[in-house]
Nanobody, 122 residues
């Protein structure tokens, strides 16, 4: 069983910063690409950033220059450093990852965290 556990959300004023974390726990052999998404209720989930196992990154145009995705492979943890936050960044942020497990048998699956709320006040 694999779980993704997000943390670090909260309430911040416009222009402020937050750092989100996503820890993968459980029966993990390896983790491929890791993703941050965000979603407003009633709207489509938006891809914010992605990072490969080797550290290559891609960020949505809406967050480029303000958000930075990173990961610590030894800790099976991914981060999203969010600077210069704007009210339009208010959303629930979700992490997602493709994880390979070997017990009880080899399995590759995408997992989602439960989400963490980010609220930016003007």
């Amino acid at each position: 069983q694999v779980q993704l556990v997000e943390s670090g959300g909260g309430l911040v004023q416009a222009g402020g910063s937050l750092r989100l974390s996503c820890a993968a726990v459980g029966n993990i052999f390896s983790i491929d690409d890791m993703y941050w998404y965000r979603q407003t209720p009633g709207k489509q989930r938006e891809l914010v950033a992605v990072i490969s196992p080797g550290g290559s990154t891609n960020h949505a145009d809406s967050v480029k220059g303000r958000f930075t995705i990173s990961r610590d492979r030894a800790k099976n943890t991914m981060y999203l450093q969010m600077n210069s936050l704007k009210p339009k960044d208010t959303d629930v942020y979700y992490c997602n990852a493709e994880v390979t497990s070997l017990v009880p048998k080899r399995r590759v699956a995408r997992y989602w965290g439960r989400g963490t709320q980010v609220t930016v006040s003007s």
